[in-house]
C-alpha cells in the first residue's frame, strides 16, 4: 500500500514511479488483493496508537501476536512497552530471528534494555512485561496457539493477561483463529483483534492507491497479480476504466504463459503449475494416486482381505478372512467380517475359474477387491480402502 505516515519514515516514492512512467514501461504487475475495496488504505500510524492505548491501560501482562514479518508491527510495540515501562520478549523461532536480524541490521530500533530474555520475565511483575509471538493466524504450530492450548512448555495465560491478535485472518484461516481467541477467553484472557479494535490495518493498497500507480507508471501492458480471479478482474477493470494499458491487460491463472516480444504480447501454451506436495524426502502431484489413497483411508479406514491359493493350481483354498484399522468399533461389527468371508467364498466358488495365470494377472485380486466393496457398501454404507492380499501355499 501507499502509506504516507509509516511507521518507520520512510515515504513511498511517488515522483521516481513517475519517471519511470516518464521513461515507458513495458509491464506493470500490480497487487490485486484489495482492488475491490474503494478509497485508501487506513495507514499503519492508526495501529501504533490502538496498541499505544491497549498497552498502557492493561493491567497484567500483554501478548501481541502479529506476522513474524511484519518488522514495523515490532517496532510500534517496543514502543509502546518502552513507554510504559514495560520489558519485551520474543516467543516463537520465526518472530526471533526476524527480529534478532532486523535489529542487527538496523530496521528494528530497540531502546537499551527494552528486549529480555523470556526467563528474564518471570522475575517481572506482569503489569512490566510484553510478549510478542507469532500464531495470527493460528497456525498450529506457532506459540500463540500452543499457549492458547496450554500446550507451550514456557508461557501459560494468566488472570489478567491481555492478548493482542494484530492481524485480520487470511481466507481460510478464520475458524483456527476463532478456536484460538476462544480458548484463550476460556482462560480467563482479555482479547482484543480487529472486530472489536482497530489493533491492525491491512498492507495491501486499496482502489485509490492502485489508481495512483497506474496513472503514473502508465504501462503498456498489465497484469494484475497477487489475489483471487474476482480480485484480478477487478482490478483489470480499474486498468481498463482509467484508459491505461489498452494494448494489453492481461487477466492470468497459474500456469498462463505470458510473451512478450517487439511483435508485442500474446499468450503463450498453458503449462502445469499446480500446487506440489512435500511428502517427505519427494515431492508430488497433489492430484496423485497415494494422495487420494490417503484420503480414502482418513474417510472409512482400510479392510484387509486375505485369500489363500494353491502354488501350483492358483486354485483357491480355505476360507478367506478379513481385519481392518479405522474402520469400526469392535463393538460395530458384529459378525460382519465373517459374513464378509463367507460372501467372497461364494463368489470365488460361482465365479472364479481358478487358474494360476489369472491369480498372478492380478484377476483374483480384483475379483475379492470387488466383492467385498460391494458387500461392505450394502451392509452399513461404508467405503473403506480394500486391499486383497493373496497367499500362496
Not at 151 to 160: K, P, S, T, Y
Request: net charge negative; hydrophobic share 40%; aromatic share 4%.
Amino acid at each position: 500500500k501507499i502509506d504516507h505516515t509509516p511507521v518507520d519514515g520512510r515515504i513511498f516514492d511517488l515522483p521516481s514511479l513517475a519517471h519511470y512512467g516518464d521513461d515507458g514501461v513495458l509491464l506493470l504487475c500490480s497487487d490485486s488483493t484489495y482492488a475491490e475495496v474503494p478509497g485508501y488504505t487506513t495507514s499503519e500510524r492508526v495501529v501504533g496508537e490502538a496498541l499505544d492505548r491497549a498497552i498502557g491501560e492493561a493491567e497484567g501482562r500483554v501478548l501481541v501476536a502479529t506476522f513474524a514479518s511484519l518488522v514495523s508491527r515490532v517496532q510500534q510495540v517496543v514502543d509502546a512497552a518502552a513507554k510504559y515501562d514495560r520489558k519485551v520478549s520474543i516467543v516463537g523461532r520465526s518472530m526471533v530471528d526476524t527480529v534478532k536480524v532486523a535489529t542487527e541490521l538496523g530496521y528494528l530500533k530497540v531502546p537499551e534494555g527494552t528486549l529480555v530474555p523470556l526467563a528474564q520475565t518471570r522475575k517481572l511483575p506482569p503489569e512490566k512485561v510484553v510478549l510478542m509471538t507469532t500464531g495470527s493466524q493460528g497456525e498450529p504450530t506457532s506459540a500463540l496457539v500452543r499457549i492458547a492450548k496450554q500446550e507451550h512448555r514456557d508461557v501459560n495465560i494468566m488472570a489478567g493477561d491481555t492478548v493482542i491478535i494484530s492481524a485480520t485472518p487470511i481466507p481460510g484461516n478464520e475458524l483456527p483463529v476463532s478456536h484460538t481467541i476462544d480458548n484463550l477467553l476460556r482462560q480467563g484472557a482479555k482479547v482484543l483483534y480487529d472486530r472489536i479494535a482497530m489493533v491492525h490495518v491491512h498492507g495491501h493498497a486499496s482502489q485509490e492507491e492502485l489508481k495512483l500507480v497506474l496513472r503514473l507508471v502508465r504501462p503498456k501492458y498489465f497484469v494484475p497479480v497477487h489475489g483471487e480471479y474476482r480480485h484480478l478482474t477487478a482490478h483489470a477493470q480499474l486498468a481498463w476504466d482509467l484508459d491505461v494499458a489498452k494494448d494489453g491487460i492481461f487477466v492470468l491463472e497459474d500456469g498462463d504463459v505470458l510473451e512478450l516480444s517487439e511483435d508485442g504480447a500474446r499468450m503463450d501454451e498453458h503449462i502445469s503449475a499446480g500446487p506440489i506436495f512435500v511428502d517427505g524426502l519427494t515431492t508430488r502431484d497433489t492430484q496423485s494416486p497415494v494422495l487420494g489413497e490417503r484420503r480414502s483411508l482418513s474417510k472409512d479406514g482400510v479392510v484387509v482381505v486375505v485369500v489363500t491359493t494353491d502354488k501350483n493350481s492358483g486354485k483357491v483354498v480355505g476360507e478367506p478372512a478379513a481385519v481392518s484399522s479405522g474402520f469400526l468399533d469392535e463393538s460395530e461389527t458384529g459378525n460382519l467380517f465373517a459374513e464378509l468371508s463367507v460372501a467372497v467364498a461364494q463368489e470365488l466358488t460361482n465365479n472364479w475359474s481358478g487358474s494360476k495365470e489369472n491369480s498372478e494377472n492380478g484377476g483374483l485380486k480384483a475379483k475379492v477387491r470387488e466383492t467385498a466393496r460391494s458387500f461392505i457398501a450394502g451392509s452399513v454404507r461404508r467405503s473403506p480402502m480394500i486391499i486383497p492380499v493373496v497367499l500362496e501355499v
